[in-house]
């Protein structure tokens, strides 16, 4: 079992940066592949962004291609997502998600879930 806390989100203009940081409970975090997810007001949650447990591979819903890296450090059992270029449209609640199995970009592909941070980025 692992237990997933989101911090580092804010309140930034349109054009600026986050680094958002996802912490881990739990000795075999690198076991997990991570995923971020985010929902906006009176929207469904969805896919940003994942890692797998290797690092050999990540993948971006394409809205934020370019803009979005995700990456890990497993010996600090943290995933990350640096948010470069915000845009109005990028004001969310962001999540983030870990499963043994491998992830994915469904939200039935992750066990667990952090309570979320709010990203508010204004125009």
């Known amino acids: 079992q692992v237990q997933l806390v989101e911090s580092g989100g804010g309140l930034v203009q349109a054009g600026g940066s986050l680094r958002l940081s996802c912490a881990a409970s739990?000795?075999?975090?690198?076991?997990?592949?991570m995923g971020w997810f985010r929902q906006a007001p009176g929207k469904e949650r969805e896919f940003v962004a994942r890692?797998?447990?290797?690092?050999?591979?990540?993948d971006y819903t394409d809205s934020v291609k370019g803009r979005f890296t995700i990456s890990r450090d497993d010996a600090k059992n943290t995933v990350y997502l640096q948010m470069n270029s915000l845009k109005a449209e990028d004001t969310a609640v962001y999540y983030c998600?870990?499963?043994?199995?491998?992830?994915?970009?469904?939200?039935?592909?992750?066990?667990?879930w952090g309570p979320g941070t709010q990203v508010t980025v204004s125009s």
């Open positions: 890692i797998s447990r290797s690092i050999d591979s990540s």
């Open positions: 998600a870990a499963d043994v199995h491998g992830g994915g970009r469904q939200l039935y592909g992750y066990e667990y």
């Open positions: 739990g000795r075999t975090f690198s076991s997990y592949a």
